[in-house]
Protein backbone atom coordinates (compact mmCIF):
# COMPACT_ATOMS: atom_id res chain seq x y z
CA UNK A 1 0.00 0.00 0.00
CA UNK A 2 1.33 3.03 -1.23
CA UNK A 3 1.50 6.34 1.58
CA UNK A 4 0.56 9.91 -0.18
CA UNK A 5 1.27 12.97 1.31
CA UNK A 6 1.51 11.42 5.03
CA UNK A 7 -2.08 9.96 4.82
CA UNK A 8 -3.34 6.65 4.97
CA UNK A 9 -5.23 6.31 1.55
CA UNK A 10 -8.75 5.31 2.23
CA UNK A 11 -10.54 2.45 1.09
CA UNK A 12 -11.74 2.49 -2.91
CA UNK A 13 -14.82 3.24 -2.08
CA UNK A 14 -17.86 6.12 -3.08
CA UNK A 15 -17.84 7.88 -0.20
CA UNK A 16 -14.82 8.64 1.76
CA UNK A 17 -16.96 9.27 5.14
CA UNK A 18 -16.73 5.10 5.07
CA UNK A 19 -13.14 4.86 4.49
CA UNK A 20 -12.53 6.87 7.25
CA UNK A 21 -15.10 5.25 9.39
CA UNK A 22 -13.49 1.93 8.76
CA UNK A 23 -9.84 2.78 9.32
CA UNK A 24 -11.21 4.57 13.01
CA UNK A 25 -12.70 1.30 13.94
CA UNK A 26 -9.71 -0.66 12.89
CA UNK A 27 -7.59 1.00 14.85
CA UNK A 28 -10.12 0.77 17.81
CA UNK A 29 -10.65 -3.06 17.33
CA UNK A 30 -6.56 -2.58 17.85
CA UNK A 31 -6.33 -0.69 20.57
CA UNK A 32 -9.02 -2.91 22.44
CA UNK A 33 -6.86 -5.85 21.17
CA UNK A 34 -4.17 -4.83 22.86
CA UNK A 35 -5.70 -3.76 25.80
CA UNK A 36 -6.57 -7.39 26.38
CA UNK A 37 -3.87 -8.49 25.77
CA UNK A 38 -1.77 -6.58 28.44
CA UNK A 39 -4.37 -6.79 30.61
CA UNK A 40 -5.36 -10.64 30.58
CA UNK A 41 -2.37 -11.97 28.27
CA UNK A 42 0.20 -12.88 30.59
CA UNK A 43 -1.98 -14.78 33.40
CA UNK A 44 -3.53 -16.50 30.50
CA UNK A 45 -1.09 -17.16 28.00
CA UNK A 46 1.71 -18.08 30.71
CA UNK A 47 4.22 -15.89 29.98
CA UNK A 48 3.60 -16.12 25.88
CA UNK A 49 3.78 -12.67 25.23
CA UNK A 50 7.25 -11.91 27.18
CA UNK A 51 8.84 -14.48 24.95
CA UNK A 52 7.30 -13.76 21.61
CA UNK A 53 8.44 -9.32 22.29
Known amino acids: MRVKDGNLPPFDVP ?3 FG ?3 WTL ?4 MFL ?4 VLLFGPP ?3 GF ?3 QF
Request: hydrophobic share 60%; glycine share 4%.
Open 44 to 46: LSG
Open 15 to 17: EPR
Open 20 to 22: TWL
Open 26 to 29: LAFL
Open 49 to 51: IYE
Open 33 to 36: AILL
